[in-house]
């Protein structure tokens, strides 16, 4: 029978705990058994930042930051090592547009069916599978839920109940009546919670934005357009005025936060660019006026492409079907080719998968880089666009983003080359987030 006897200092004579104190300061190299760095050994390592692979092959951690980059000699003596073999290294990846407490494809209809706790619970598992897939952060860009679900899922990851990707959002899209946000399917009799937040004039807009930040929103969402996933609007028409456009902007900037504009229709782009959004998701009828004012206002772009290629498959069948068919068939190749226009001129393209429920595959989220690939993104630069660009939409790359001394100790490995073939970040099979590993071969 073993017995396990620990250590206590406070037990030891005076004499002891002198010669322990000598022992330590003629040879420091004892408390580094004590420092806990890990080294993580690959065959390559892509850092976000430099447009090739590094030869580095090791990064070592401490805690939960990176503290040195470099070749195996930097190991210290006493590191914990990881040997990855061929595999690369890269940082946590980031979905700056997702819903994961919408579940369901015809989500406005398991809105109306489901509580604020059960989409909450549902978007735990949806997380915590998108964690594991190699997306250690997301930016949730509004939810059909009537409270505030994804405050409490951030929550518990933030005080550390549970180990979970780092969240950053808005609870809710806000909607005009008829918009996008709205459910316009019903009869007028039925009175019920859309699955946005339905504002209408400047007083409502300002309320509601005010209401947002409130209860933890650190993002503003505004259906600034028709959508093409909901029922009984147009992506081509324009939704909010310009006015109640201008007191969201002007509402959101006073309170500090940042403005993200859903906007298909052109008009709807240039004018949420021209009023400050800080981002525009979709951008699905972007023309070069379009381009050129996100480029002089600095306003991100988030194309959210694959979600089209998702629905485009006979066994899907939509509520709104026939608009993304239209999509699919009609408007697809020239937002193709409006994306890569907007990319060589030099707009911030971001990764954002517009997907996140817990009934889809999680390794799917990779698919949207093929599709910025397609659309003339080099894989270096699709992969920055998941990683550098996101943390800068966030405003987060003071601390995420690249992998470099002093960044946080998000990193994630796949078993080959993903600038060869981009589908290897579908197979992620390491992922430290903060510096706590959560998934090794």
């Known amino acids: 029978m073993f017995h396990l006897h620990t250590f206590s200092p406070l037990k030891m004579p005076l004499r002891a705990h002198w010669a322990l104190l000598v022992c330590l300061c003629l040879n420091p190299s004892l408390l580094l058994a004590n420092e806990s760095i890990t080294a993580l050994v690959a065959g390559r390592i892509i850092d976000g930042r430099h447009s090739k692979a590094l030869n580095n092959t090791v990064i070592l951690t401490k805690d939960n930051k990176i503290i040195a980059i470099g070749k195996p000699e930097i190991i210290p003596k006493n590191a914990q090592i990881i040997d990855l073999g061929d595999a690369t290294l890269l940082p946590g990846l980031i979905d700056t547009h997702i819903h994961p407490l919408m579940h369901g494809d015809d989500y406005q209809a398991r809105h109306l069916e489901t509580s604020s706790a059960y989409k909450t619970l549902k978007a735990f598992k949806s997380t915590q599978a998108l964690l594991k897939a190699g997306w250690t952060s ?3 860009m509004g939810t059909n839920d009537v409270f505030y679900g994804f405050r409490d899922l951030r929550r518990v990851y933030d005080e550390g109940l549970f180990v979970g990707p780092r969240i950053t959002g808005a609870g809710h899209y806000l909607s005009i009546t008829g918009g996008g946000g709205d459910i316009n399917y019903l009869s007028p009799e039925q009175k019920v919670h859309a699955d946005g937040l339905i504002v ?31 029922v009984g609007d147009n992506p081509r028409n324009v939704a909010f005025s310009a006015e109640e456009l201008k007191v969201a902007m002007e509402e959101a900037k006073r309170l500090n936060v940042p403005v993200a504009a859903h906007a298909h229709a052109t008009a709807g782009i240039n004018m949420a660019v021209k009023a400050g959004a800080r981002s525009i998701e979709h951008g699905t009828y972007l023309d070069d006026e379009s381009i050129r004012l996100m480029k002089k206002h600095g306003t991100f772009l988030v194309p959210t492409i694959y979600v089209g290629d998702y629905y485009n498959d006979e066994s899907q069948a939509l509520r ?3 608009k993304n068919d239209h999509y699919s068939n009609n408007i697809r190749a020239t937002f193709l080719r409006q994306v890569g226009k ?5 707009v911030k393209i971001a990764v954002g998968l517009d997907l996140g429920g817990e009934q889809y595959n999680p390794t799917l989220s990779a698919r ?12 270096m630069e699709a992969v920055q666009a998941a990683t550098r660009v996101g943390a800068e939409l966030l405003g987060w790359d ?16 796949v078993a080959g080359n993903p600038l060869d073939d981009i589908s290897e970040l579908e197979r992620v099979n390491f992922v430290m987030i903060d510096g706590k590993i959560v998934k090794q071969p």
Do not use: C, N
Not at 200 to 224: C, F, M, N, Q, T
Not at 342 to 346: L, P, S
Not at 372 to 377: D, N, S, T, V
Not at 398 to 413: C, E, F, R, S
């Open 138 to 140: 997301l930016r949730v």
């Open 200 to 230: 209408d004039g400047p007083d409502e807009v300002r309320k509601a934005i005010r209401r947002e930040v409130k209860y933890g929103s650190d993002w503003i969402k505004l259906l600034v357009t028709g959508a093409f996933m909901s």
């Open 320 to 322: 709104a079907q026939d």
């Open 342 to 346: 907007a990319h060589k001129a030099g």
């Open 368 to 379: 949207e880089l093929a599709v910025l690939i397609e659309a003339g993104m080099s894989p």
């Open 398 to 413: 003071h601390k995420l983003g690249v992998l470099a001394p002093g960044m946080l100790a998000d990193i994630i490995a």
